[in-house]
């Protein structure tokens, strides 16, 4: 048996007991504690913009239906039929007015509700022995939206997604809504890895230190216009609410007037675009850009939702063009994670640039992306490493940018526009932020 | 699908069609990307759609707009020039594939221009201890007849899974 009050008590001052990457007891603790309570991202309504349009999504085991219904409204069903608990739905996606169990034919209209089922007079005598009023397919314990992205929880008594989201709503505007038509999401690459979930969760959240060598092979290259991935050290990494994420520093502008447009134009937004996102973003978030001078880069939603812009360069000639990605670290097993990678793009941008922030995306990252294959290979390691017998007597040290006594080797940034608090430089800040929320789960009660 | 019949297997152009697969395949094995890039066209398009779970009926069982490759020159070399640096910790230690390669059909195209199809099954092996991965596609490529001999212009690579059970395509299909 573990000791969790132990384990947590150690990653709480930033040693972390190393078998939690590789830990059955955990991950069943994970799967009881965390993810039976927490706000879980499952898909986004551009991805079913018809009525009937559904895609399925799993919370870990649980398989859900996500469905635009007749009347327009997106619905999240538990996909297990009433009767003898058969998958009703077994596609990933598509689009129908019903689902019909294979096994007895017991059929569900797309908000969830029983239609029929066979022989209900001659089998049940009808009403009397089966009412179908109010039988539905379980609808998701609790369900929210933000920016068109959907997410449920297990826990009907989840706080509200808004109040959930709090400080970091600011920050998952930057990748969700560029214009007032909000993002269109295309995906996902989906792909297993032999790797704990938490990794890479834990790296988007904050792990800015790995940039220059992990993904030293695409500079390299002369994928980016920058020489050099060590100035990464000069990006702010902040934490909010239950996110956390890193930036990267730009250049100067050019005056403080064109500021915002600068910041953007440098990272190869258009100009057709750059208006919209001034008057869609509200002056704190400009002010982020334009007078703090920092660009959202990788973050973390705890606890699987992450994102990356970046703007490499899409041919010869130079041409920097940013991309979006959502990804999502989809437990399968404590040594098993499945990638879902999505390229998001504002739905508003002209074609000619959706379709070059798609080349831009497919490069970097996704499940044949040039920064990914090299962060996976990280991630599996460490999994394999941390599933021996020597990973139990070692704490990894995840203490960077604190001193002996805990306290922040730098103090946080004073003039940072956002919300939440940042630091600029390397520390393993966000990484902490986030593993301070998952020892608040572990420490609860299992559902 | 081709609604057109294939050429006989004793067909000339089939056996030059069915040779450039296994010589391509033969480089790829070897890790000689570099010769792998010269049998490119300079206008390639390498395209590996994301195969997804549908209804029987649906009319699709690939994603629109999105892909696991969707290529051009630029993109490959990029892909080449960074498995080449010291810094590709995916590849190195490199794994060791084997394309095999089957099921070749050739259709006559515009003037000398070949498709071509065939089945691929990619096995890739890391390391000395983790479980070898195994990736089977369909392709459907366009060969065009250059000065040079035979070259892809068009590779179009169709998935039999819908989730990958690989760790990265860090190899070529």
Request: hydrophobic fraction near 40%; proline fraction near 6%.
């Amino acid at each position: 048996m573990i000791d969790l009050a132990a384990i947590v008590s150690q990653v709480r001052r930033g040693m972390i007991p190393a078998h939690v990457y590789a830990d059955l007891e955990i991950f069943a603790a994970e799967r009881d504690r965390l993810f039976a309570r927490t706000w879980v991202f499952l898909a986004h309504e551009s991805e079913i913009p018809e009525p009937g349009d559904y895609v399925v999504r799993r919370v870990l085991a649980d398989s859900f239906i996500v469905a635009r219904d007749e009347a327009g409204l997106v619905r999240v069903m538990f996909n297990m039929c009433l009767h003898r608990g058969m998958q009703v739905c077994r596609a990933e996606m598509g689009n129908a007015s019903h689902f019909r169990c294979p096994y007895h034919a017991w059929t569900y209209r797309n908000d969830g509700r029983l239609a029929g089922l066979p022989f209900h007079q001659e089998a049940y005598g009808g009403e009397d022995g089966f009412p179908r009023a109010g039988q539905s397919l379980l609808p998701a314990p609790s369900m929210g939206t933000y920016n068109g992205l959907i997410f449920i929880s297990l826990d009907p008594g989840a706080p509200a997604l808004s109040d959930y989201l709090g400080d970091f709503a600011f920050y998952l505007d930057f990748y969700t809504r560029q214009s007032p038509a909000g993002v269109e999401l295309r995906g996902p690459q989906r792909w297993r890895v032999k790797a704990n979930w938490k990794i890479g969760a834990e790296n988007f959240a904050g792990d800015s230190y790995h940039t220059p060598h992990t993904h030293a092979s695409v500079v390299d290259i002369g994928l980016f216009r920058e020489p050099k991935a060590s100035k990464r050290i000069q990006g702010a990494l902040y934490q909010a609410g239950p996110g956390a994420g890193t930036t990267y520093k730009l250049p100067p502008a050019g005056n403080e007037h064109s500021g915002f447009a600068d910041q953007l134009r440098y990272v190869g937004y258009p100009d057709a675009m750059i208006p919209v996102v001034a008057a869609t973003w509200s002056d704190r978030q400009r002010a982020l850009v334009a007078d703090s001078g920092f660009m959202p880069s990788a973050a973390t939603l705890f606890p699987n939702l992450s994102f990356v812009h970046n703007w490499p360069q899409i041919d010869d000639a130079g041409t920097v063009v940013p991309f979006i990605s959502l990804r999502q670290w989809q437990p399968v097993s404590e040594r098993e994670t499945e990638v879902l990678s999505w390229f998001a793009v504002d739905a508003a941008a002209p074609g000619d640039f959706k379709r070059k922030s798609y080349q831009a995306y497919l490069m970097c990252f996704g499940s044949s992306g040039m920064f990914e294959q090299d962060d996976v290979e990280n991630w599996v390691s460490i999994t394999d490493m941390a599933a021996g017998s020597m990973a139990r007597r070692l704490n990894l040290n995840s203490r960077m940018g604190l001193t002996s006594e805990g306290k922040p080797v730098k103090p946080p940034l004073a003039a940072f526009a956002g919300p939440g608090v940042a630091y600029q430089g390397f520390g393993e800040y966000g990484q902490r932020h986030w593993l301070s929320q998952w020892s608040d789960h572990l420490e609860r009660d299992a559902r | 699908m081709t609604a057109a019949r294939p050429l006989p297997y004793g067909d000339p152009a089939h056996l030059a069609a069915h040779q450039f697969l296994v010589e391509e395949a033969a480089l790829l094995d070897a890790a000689d990307y570099a010769g792998w890039l010269e049998l490119l066209c300079e206008d390639i398009r390498y395209l590996m759609p994301v195969r997804v779970t549908t209804a029987r009926g649906a009319g699709f069982d690939t994603l629109a707009g999105m892909g696991h490759f969707d290529e051009d020159l630029y993109a490959l070399r990029k892909r080449v020039q960074r498995l080449a640096t010291d810094h590709a910790w995916t590849e190195d230690p490199p794994s060791r594939t084997r394309h095999f390669v089957t099921n070749v059909r050739t259709f006559r195209d515009e003037g000398d221009d070949l498709q071509v199809e065939s089945a691929l099954l990619l096995f890739r092996s890391r390391g000395d201890t983790r479980e070898a991965d195994l990736i089977s596609a369909g392709r459907t490529d366009l060969l065009r007849a250059t000065a040079d001999g035979l070259r892809l212009a068009r590779r179009e690579i169709i998935v039999d899974e819908s989730v990958l059970r690989t760790q990265n395509l860090a190899v070529f299909l």
